[in-house]
């Protein structure tokens, strides 16, 4: 009862980590299950062309909120400012007055996007969906303070309240409409309620519109790396959508996004930890301090690895059976790709949890050098991959990216003080394991879509 008193209610950092951990795991979990009851719903709603079509407006709204980001939310997360209200009331500003050009950039590039996939609904589909970048303009900065302190019991509730507004709107729509529409405004309805909620239930001063010159002169000089470390992780994240998405039929790339969908659980739950824990942790146990902060921080990143390659395992080894369980004949194709994506993760989920340390030491320089190098070697990866083995290849080729790319790590974890060789060779064989008995277990579906899918 002492440690888990001593978890439950210490103030301490591996207290606060350790609860803040728990409730992320829970409010990623309890996510993932309203995200694929809505999705199981919305497949026998509409057609695979819908899922598509969302998932290219889908690229260019992620695309113009990583292109125009100045990395507000980790720079209140590091900054020792980051608890001062002029600097957050900035902040805040800058946020809104970025929304509300992002939406206005959305709705000049919907025309020709929709012709450069020759795809008209794009063009009204995307002004509307952009909305959602003006509404999250007035997101107040409550939230990253909570983050900045672990204090994530509040916005659990917050967050999945939105979703299962966002959810129960999209079917409804769905079923009234069949049409992709019910997803666009699911998402606009989503983001709004998400504001809404935040603004009344979140703790702390109320912003307001305030600009100072030395918070904007900070959040510049820190976000000008983490802009351009943006860009590339839009490239990096969506790459594979940008590509497939002109290269495959709407029906296939429909298909490919609910395979992406199923294998992206541990990525996400992954992204969700290090976004959210890791630069509070670095900032304040810096690894290069003492042998007492890495040891800490090996125990962390074991423990965080070893729940992603249980989830890689459990859907890569179960993804042809789960697709067939799940889903309509329609989307059977979509099971080889979540048991090989999933497997192509596995490199990405070893590094993952270094490009943070850089982040807490306010060397966003570093940050962006190995961003750059991530987005350069996956579209590499995808391109080459799709040349010589078609749909098949560019899921192998994202895998491969993740391997190429280990020497830039190593170069930024050693610069930290954060690189831990025994993790990774451990996981490095643990994951070759896994994926050698996946194949094995999949082999028939894997060759099947090797067959169907050559472009």
């Known amino acids: 009862m002492g440690i888990l008193s001593k978890f439950s209610r210490g103030s301490g950092l591996e207290a606060r980590a350790a609860r803040s951990l728990a409730l992320t795991a829970t409010s990623f979990a309890a996510s993932q299950i309203i995200r694929l009851a809505s999705n199981l719903i919305l497949t026998r709603l509409l057609f695979p062309e819908a899922f598509g079509l969302m998932a290219l407006v889908m690229v260019v709204i992620i695309g113009l909120g990583q292109f125009s980001d100045v990395g507000i939310s980790p720079a209140i997360m590091q900054s020792r400012r980051g608890d001062d209200q002029d600097f957050l009331n900035t902040a805040w500003t800058i946020q809104i007055f970025r929304g509300f050009c992002l939406w206005l950039t959305a709705s000049a590039l919907a025309w020709p996007v929709a012709a450069l996939y020759g795809e008209p609904d794009l063009a009204a589909l995307l002004p509307v969906a952009a909305f959602t970048l003006f509404i999250n303009g007035f997101r107040t900065t409550r939230l990253e303070t909570s983050q900045r302190h672990l204090q994530f019991g509040r916005i659990t509730v917050l967050d999945l309240s939105s979703q299962l507004i966002s959810v129960l709107i999209s079917i409804l729509l769905a079923w009234w409409l069949r049409s992709v529409w019910a997803l666009v405004v699911g998402n606009v309805v989503a ?31 820190f976000g000008k790396w983490i802009f351009l470390a943006t860009v590339c992780g ?159 290849g560019a899921l192998l080729g994202q895998g491969a990216a993740m391997i190429a790319i280990y020497p830039v790590v190593v170069w930024l974890a050693r610069r930290m003080h954060a690189w831990d060789p025994q993790h990774d060779i451990f996981f490095a064989v643990l994951g070759l394991l896994i994926g050698a008995i996946c194949f094995w277990l999949n082999w028939s579906a894997i060759m099947d879509l090797w067959t169907k899918a050559q472009i």
Request: net charge positive.
């Open 191 to 221: 983001a709004f309620f998400s504001v809404l909620l935040y603004q009344f239930y979140l703790k702390g001063p109320k912003n307001r519109l305030h600009l100072e010159r030395a918070a904007v002169h900070e959040l510049i000089h």
């Open 234 to 392: 839009f490239v990096l994240s969506q790459s594979d959508k940008l590509i497939l998405g002109k290269y495959l039929s709407l029906e296939q790339f429909g298909v490919y996004n609910i395979g992406f969908f199923l294998a992206s659980v541990p990525m996400l739950l992954g992204h969700a930890v290090n976004n959210r824990i890791l630069i509070p942790i670095y900032r304040e146990k810096p690894p290069q301090v003492s042998v007492e902060n890495f040891l800490a921080l090996r125990r962390m990143r074991m423990a965080m690895t070893g729940v992603l390659m249980v989830l890689v395992v459990a859907f890569s080894a179960t993804g042809v059976w789960l697709v067939t369980l799940l889903y309509d004949p329609r989307y059977y194709d979509a099971g080889a790709i979540v048991t090989v994506l999933s497997i192509m993760h596995i490199p990405h989920i070893i590094i993952l949890t270094y490009d943070q340390a850089a982040v807490a030491a306010g060397d966003t320089r570093r940050f962006f050098v190995l961003a750059l190098a991530k987005a350069a070697f996956m579209v590499a990866g995808l391109i080459i991959g799709l040349e010589h083995a078609g749909l098949l």
